[in-house]
């Protein structure tokens, strides 16, 4: 810092280019600058705030990371009613919709607006004097709960509203001059609008979930309303939410006569509008644009159910008026999602390695829908099955939740027949046949810490590829060791015997092996090669509540060895980027449980390694700055070798292809990721010209 540039000077340089790369990256999605550089701008800015508190503003782009948890939410009245909308899923009822608008204006000429209808939460943004003051949740459409520290999280909301001259041009279709409709200031905007998560997202926290031991979440819709919902902020911002407006509130101090210029003014003023927003002049223009749009929806990077329809005109919206419930002025055009029709025939239940007991509905027939035949799908929990009143041998409708994850949408109760049953919880665990069972809410657990089914599961996922990796201890083995006796605990996969190996491989059938003495020396050499996996792979195997490889890996990489970590306090963890109190908790609870502690004792006592080598980044950086992706199989490094290289050498390894991704290098066999790469235009590369690029 010059002498001449004091720190308010710097912190107000620093805010305004952070918020200028927000809006190049989330709403304008053409960034200028790589992930690393935009996070030493962070950095600098939180550094200058925590030297100088009383700069500290609530607008400022550091309060985005997600603050303190709350206790509770606060209430807020809205001060425009948030309406419900009726809902149609008929063109003949469309047109009925438009007949009416007709009658009511009496002969006057108007028009109509038609957007996506995301499937997501609706949300409240109040602006004053351009700031944003508080964000609420609909409610009960008068009050609603205040959520401005999660909106907060939100990138493409902006804390501070853009002057329309910062944009080089008009947005497109634009009918009106965005500098002339506002006042010298902003006095009051309250903009609507639907917050969602993209389908890409939701695979990455279902990935996650599953990571940690952890049921996927049923649908992209449900799980952005909880996260809304969230105390903690840091969760919610690490889930990436998104945000599209799709309407308004109160309006004071700007003139706009239209929804048409309203959507031109909020492009301008920065937020991210929907690029599938159009003008009709009649109801054919719109019942065209349903059509269209029935085809284009399957595209989208999220969940659509339908298209709002909406009178243009806000004059005109007025001589509408309302019914008690719903505008006259618009009305949203519903899809029938593909939807089967089958019996709900069985009910079976799965024990996780964390205990939790799963109901899972089986049909009859399976049913095919979205290009599969779907079988089975998760009832997910007890209050879920209250909420549908669901009962055995109901027949039921089945839909895929973003066409991909099958579950059951209700009962078609006026079928229902008079041997329907209940769907009771189990009085006893169906693995271990245990009593001691724990009921939380809509969930069950065995609490019996000897319980195969969760010794199996903590196995399986112990040795899974991206843990300790031994690839020898298959599932039909792991069961005959349970079954034998052989095994009681992940301990003892390192105590195991030649004799005993043997033993089992004999009873597995499904090994392929004839010779099972040499079989069995394979499966041990296994299990001996994954003592040396290190600290990260160990913590990732071990089941941890809400630690998965991601989580393992900042741990392991920031302590290095399992004494330091042992030695760490909650707010320790917690201060790690992208941890979090919540898992910070869960993890210093493990190592520091009898169970936990005794465990990773008898581990390192057998020879595990429990510390993690420090990536060295010294000499070139050929990756410094790039994002890379690996998929499929190589040759010459296997996948943790080629990521350990990557950010050797600079570069950050992540598993998803996005805009942002600096290059993918394909291996034989890459499936989906390459076809993304090449739809977005990402350079690909194969192994051997990653190896150049490293130098070798």
């Given at each position: 810092?010059?002498?001449?540039t004091?720190?308010?000077?710097e912190?107000?340089?620093?805010?305004?280019?952070?918020?200028?790369?927000?809006?190049?990256?989330?709403?304008?999605?053409?960034?200028?600058?790589?992930?690393?550089?935009?996070?030493?701008?962070?950095?600098?800015?939180?550094?200058?705030?925590?030297?100088?508190?009383?700069?500290?503003?609530?607008?400022?782009?550091?309060?985005?990371?997600?603050?303190?948890?709350?206790?509770?939410?606060?209430?807020?009245?809205?001060?425009?009613?948030?309406?419900?909308?009726d809902?149609?899923?008929?063109?003949?009822e469309?047109?009925?919709?438009?007949?009416?608008?007709?009658?009511?204006l009496?002969?006057r000429?108007?028009?109509?607006?038609?957007?996506?209808?995301?499937?997501?939460?609706?949300?409240?943004?109040?602006?004053?004097?351009?700031?944003?003051?508080?964000?609420?949740?609909?409610?009960?459409?008068t009050?609603?709960?205040?959520?401005?520290?999660?909106?907060?999280?939100?990138?493409?909301?902006?804390?501070?509203?853009?002057?329309?001259?910062?944009?080089?041009?008009?947005?497109?279709?634009?009918?009106?001059?965005?500098?002339?409709a506002?006042?010298?200031?902003?006095?009051?905007?309250?903009?609507?609008?639907?917050?969602?998560?993209?389908?890409?997202?939701?695979?990455?926290?279902?990935?996650?979930?599953?990571?940690?031991?952890?049921e996927?979440?049923?649908?992209?819709?449900?799980?952005?309303?909880?996260?809304?919902?969230?105390?903690?902020?840091?969760?919610?911002?690490?889930?990436?939410?998104?945000?599209?407006?799709?309407?308004?509130g109160?309006?004071?101090?700007?003139?706009?006569?239209?929804?048409?210029?309203?959507?031109?003014?909020?492009?301008?003023?920065?937020?991210?509008?929907?690029?599938?927003?159009?003008?009709?002049?009649?109801?054919?223009?719109?019942?065209?644009?349903?059509?269209?749009f029935?085809?284009?929806?399957?595209?989208?990077?999220?969940?659509?159910?339908?298209?709002?329809?909406?009178?243009?005109?806000?004059?005109?919206?007025?001589?509408?008026?309302?019914?008690?419930?719903?505008?006259?002025?618009?009305?949203?055009?519903?899809?029938?999602?593909?939807?089967?029709?089958?019996?709900?025939?069985?009910?079976?239940?799965?024990?996780?390695?964390?205990?939790?007991?799963?109901?899972?509905?089986?049909?009859?027939?399976p049913v095919?829908?979205?290009?599969?035949?779907?079988?089975?799908?998760?009832?997910?929990?007890?209050?879920?099955?209250?909420?549908?009143?669901?009962?055995?041998?109901?027949?039921?409708?089945?839909?895929?939740?973003?066409?991909?994850?099958?579950?059951?949408?209700?009962?078609?109760?006026?079928?229902?027949?008079?041997?329907?049953?209940?769907?009771?919880?189990?009085?006893?665990?169906?693995?271990?046949?245990?009593?001691?069972?724990?009921?939380?809410?809509?969930?069950?657990?065995?609490?019996?810490?000897?319980?195969?089914a969760?010794?199996?599961?903590?196995?399986?996922?112990?040795?899974?590829?991206?843990q300790?990796?031994?690839?020898?201890?298959?599932e039909?083995?792991?069961?005959?060791?349970?079954?034998?006796?052989?095994?009681?605990?992940?301990?003892?996969?390192?105590?195991?015997?030649?004799?005993?190996?043997?033993?089992?491989?004999?009873?597995?059938?499904?090994?392929?092996?004839?010779?099972?003495?040499?079989?069995?020396q394979?499966?041990?050499?296994?299990?001996?090669?994954?003592?040396?996996?290190?600290?990260?792979?160990?913590?990732?195997?071990?089941?941890i509540?809400?630690?998965?490889?991601?989580?393992a890996?900042?741990?392991?990489?920031?302590?290095?060895?399992?004494?330091?970590?042992?030695?760490?306090?909650?707010?320790?963890?917690?201060?790690?980027?992208?941890?979090?109190?919540?898992?910070?908790?869960?993890?210093?609870?493990?190592?520091?449980?009898?169970?936990?502690?005794?465990?990773?004792?008898?581990?390192?006592?057998?020879?595990?390694?429990?510390?993690?080598?420090?990536?060295?980044?010294?000499?070139?950086?050929?990756?410094?700055?790039?994002?890379?992706?690996?998929?499929?199989?190589?040759?010459?490094?296997?996948?943790?070798?080629i990521?350990?290289?990557?950010?050797?050498?600079?570069?950050?390894?992540?598993?998803?292809?996005?805009?942002?991704?600096?290059?993918?290098?394909?291996?034989?066999?890459?499936?989906?990721?390459?076809?993304?790469?090449?739809?977005?235009?990402?350079?690909?590369?194969?192994?051997?010209?990653?190896?150049?690029?490293?130098?070798?």
């Amino acid at each position: 810092m010059s002498k001449t540039t004091t720190p308010a000077m710097e912190i107000e340089k620093l805010r305004s280019e952070i918020r200028r790369h927000d809006d190049l990256y989330y709403v304008q999605a053409r960034p200028e600058i790589s992930d690393q550089d935009y996070d030493k701008l962070m950095r600098r800015l939180v550094e200058l705030e925590t030297a100088h508190p009383e700069l500290l503003t609530p607008d400022s782009p550091s309060q985005r990371v997600g603050g303190a948890p709350i206790e509770a939410f606060t209430q807020v009245t809205h001060a425009v009613r948030m309406m419900s909308i009726d809902n149609t899923y008929s063109e003949a009822e469309v047109r009925d919709f438009d007949e009416r608008v007709k009658k009511l204006l009496e002969g006057r000429k108007y028009s109509y607006t038609c957007e996506p209808k995301i499937d997501g939460v609706s949300l409240s943004l109040r602006y004053e004097d351009g700031v944003l003051k508080t964000a609420a949740t609909r409610g009960n459409g008068t009050v609603g709960d205040d959520v401005t520290h999660n909106a907060k999280t939100i990138r493409n909301i902006p804390l501070v509203l853009k002057k329309p001259e910062a944009r080089s041009q008009k947005p497109e279709g634009a009918l009106f001059d965005a500098d002339s409709a506002l006042g010298t200031q902003h006095s009051v905007l309250e903009v609507r609008g639907e917050v969602f998560i993209a389908r890409a997202q939701f695979a990455k926290i279902n990935a996650a979930q599953e990571e940690a031991g952890e049921e996927p979440y049923a649908n992209p819709r449900n799980t952005a309303a909880g996260t809304l919902k969230q105390l903690d902020p840091k969760v919610v911002a690490s889930r990436k939410l998104d945000f599209i407006p799709h309407g308004n509130g109160e309006i004071a101090g700007v003139e706009v006569d239209s929804y048409t210029a309203w959507q031109c003014l909020l492009g301008a003023l920065g937020f991210k509008t929907s690029e599938h927003f159009v003008q009709c002049k009649d109801v054919d223009e719109v019942i065209a644009f349903l059509h269209k749009f029935a085809e284009v929806r399957k595209g989208l990077p999220y969940d659509t159910d339908g298209v709002v329809i909406k009178v243009d005109d806000f004059e005109q919206r007025g001589m509408l008026g309302v019914t008690s419930k719903a505008p006259r002025w618009c009305i949203a055009y519903k899809y029938q999602p593909e939807q089967a029709e089958t019996e709900l025939a069985r009910v079976v239940f799965q024990v996780g390695k964390s205990g939790k007991i799963t109901p899972v509905g089986e049909f009859e027939p399976p049913v095919f829908i979205s290009g599969t035949n779907v079988y089975r799908a998760s009832l997910h929990n007890y209050d879920e099955i209250a909420r549908k009143d669901l009962r055995l041998h109901d027949r039921v409708l089945v839909e895929k939740a973003g066409e991909i994850i099958p579950y059951v949408v209700g009962a078609v109760t006026e079928k229902r027949p008079k041997h329907a049953e209940v769907i009771e919880r189990p009085k006893e665990c169906p693995s271990c046949g245990s009593k001691e069972l724990e009921h939380e809410g809509g969930f069950t657990s065995c609490r019996n810490a000897s319980c195969p089914a969760q010794l199996a599961e903590r196995l399986r996922y112990f040795a899974g590829r991206n843990q300790m990796d031994i690839n020898e201890l298959g599932e039909k083995l792991i069961e005959k060791l349970l079954e034998k006796g052989h095994v009681t605990s992940l301990a003892d996969l390192y105590r195991l015997t030649h004799e005993q190996v043997v033993d089992a491989l004999k009873r597995a059938t499904t090994t392929g092996e004839s010779n099972p003495s040499k079989a069995a020396q394979n499966v041990l050499e296994g299990i001996a090669g994954s003592k040396g996996r290190g600290l990260s792979r160990l913590l990732a195997g071990l089941g941890i509540l809400h630690v998965g490889n991601r989580t393992a890996a900042i741990v392991a990489e920031h302590f290095g060895t399992l004494e330091k970590l042992r030695a760490a306090s909650v707010e320790e963890i917690d201060a790690l980027p992208d941890i979090g109190e919540v898992v910070a908790k869960s993890l210093h609870d493990f190592l520091h449980s009898a169970s936990g502690a005794k465990l990773l004792d008898d581990l390192v006592a057998l020879g595990v390694k429990a510390d993690e080598p420090r990536v060295e980044r010294t000499g070139p950086q050929p990756f410094a700055g790039k994002t890379i992706v690996v998929t499929g199989t190589l040759k010459a490094l296997k996948r943790d070798e080629i990521k350990k290289k990557i950010e050797s050498l600079g570069g950050k390894s992540t598993d998803s292809v996005s805009k942002n991704t600096s290059f993918l290098v394909a291996g034989d066999e890459a499936g989906s990721k390459l076809e993304k790469a090449k739809k977005l235009g990402v350079e690909v590369i194969d192994e051997a010209e990653f190896l150049r690029r490293a130098g070798g």
